[in-house]
């Protein structure tokens, strides 16, 4: 009698929290069992390969920090002390020592780079003298006279200019050594220019004019009527010779 009683109750339902509980855990258990890679019967006896569980990252410490640059810090000194050409003695130095050594150093090579480009530049003048075209009365009379020139190789590069021509633009003779026509040349009229020095240069044209704005060392731009002369050598273009009238 007391089974069929039990039989014929209805089931207790179970509280909605304790079936999403129980559901929850069953999922976790899950999860947790998929993430646990196994291997082959063969393999490592069988066993599972437990992944290693990374460590939170450490956070240092003010005092770490400071630890650590002082480190590098006498990393960085040590590396400077063995640059030193002082041999041995390089170990007695301390850092101030080092410091000071190392800008003399510096200022050492600094000047001796600016004698090299002082020494270069008597180089080029004196092969230029040899290859502009002229005698001595002509050289002379190109560093006197009054109008606005300088001899530029075909790629439009300058290889000297006179003192008008300097004062035209703004820069020293040391200045203007090396500086380009077309890149003093106001953007404006650069592609002008450009067409006009190509023209010639794969023509038998050998004199032509033109009208640009320059740039000055200052920046500001100066109308000029540009006249072009190419000089060949062995029928080859080998430089021109650029006056420049600026406009009034």
């Given at each position: 009698?007391?089974?069929?009683?039990?039989?014929?109750?209805p089931?207790?339902?179970?509280?909605?929290?304790?079936?999403?509980?129980?559901?929850?855990?069953?999922?976790?258990?899950?999860?947790?069992?998929?993430?646990?890679?196994?291997?082959?019967?063969?393999?490592?006896?069988?066993?599972?390969?437990?992944?290693?569980?990374?460590?939170?990252e450490?956070?240092?410490?003010?005092?770490e920090?400071?630890?650590?640059?002082?480190?590098?810090?006498?990393?960085?000194?040590?590396?400077?002390r063995g640059?030193?050409?002082?041999?041995g003695?390089?170990?007695?130095f301390?850092?101030?020592?080092?410091?000071?050594?190392?800008?003399?150093?510096?200022?050492?090579?600094?000047?001796?780079?600016?004698?090299e480009?002082?020494?270069?530049?008597?180089?080029?003048e004196?092969?230029?003298?040899?290859?502009?075209?002229?005698?001595?009365?002509?050289?002379?009379?190109?560093?006197?006279t009054?109008?606005?020139?300088?001899?530029?190789?075909?790629?439009?590069r300058?290889?000297?200019?006179?003192?008008?021509?300097?004062?035209?633009?703004?820069?020293t003779?040391?200045?203007?050594?090396?500086?380009?026509?077309?890149?003093?040349?106001?953007?404006?009229?650069t592609?002008?220019?450009?067409?006009?020095?190509?023209?010639?240069?794969n023509?038998?044209?050998?004199?032509?004019?033109?009208?640009?704005?320059l740039?000055?060392?200052?920046?500001?731009?100066v109308?000029c009527?540009?006249?072009?002369?190419?000089?060949?050598?062995?029928?080859?273009p080998h430089?021109f010779?650029?006056?420049?009238?600026?406009?009034?």
């Amino acid at each position: 009698g007391s089974a069929a009683a039990a039989a014929a109750r209805p089931p207790v339902a179970r509280p909605a929290a304790a079936a999403k509980s129980s559901l929850q855990m069953s999922n976790l258990a899950r999860e947790e069992q998929a993430a646990i890679p196994h291997v082959a019967p063969g393999d490592t006896d069988g066993a599972p390969v437990v992944p290693m569980q990374l460590e939170p990252e450490k956070r240092l410490s003010h005092k770490e920090v400071e630890q650590r640059r002082r480190e590098k810090a006498k990393q960085y000194f040590d590396e400077l002390r063995g640059l030193l050409p002082y041999g041995g003695d390089s170990a007695k130095f301390d850092k101030n020592a080092i410091l000071q050594h190392s800008i003399a150093l510096i200022k050492q090579l600094l000047g001796e780079l600016d004698q090299e480009q002082i020494n270069l530049g008597k180089t080029t003048e004196e092969e230029l003298a040899k290859t502009l075209p002229g005698s001595s009365e002509f050289r002379c009379c190109f560093d006197v006279t009054r109008q606005p020139l300088c001899f530029a190789g075909p790629e439009g590069r300058i290889w000297e200019a006179n003192a008008a021509f300097c004062t035209l633009l703004g820069y020293t003779r040391l200045e203007i050594g090396g500086l380009s026509i077309l890149s003093a040349t106001a953007p404006s009229d650069t592609e002008t220019s450009s067409q006009t020095w190509n023209h010639m240069l794969n023509s038998s044209q050998t004199q032509s004019s033109y009208q640009c704005k320059l740039l000055r060392k200052d920046s500001q731009q100066v109308t000029c009527n540009i006249d072009l002369s190419l000089f060949k050598k062995n029928n080859k273009p080998h430089c021109f010779l650029v006056a420049a009238n600026p406009s009034l």
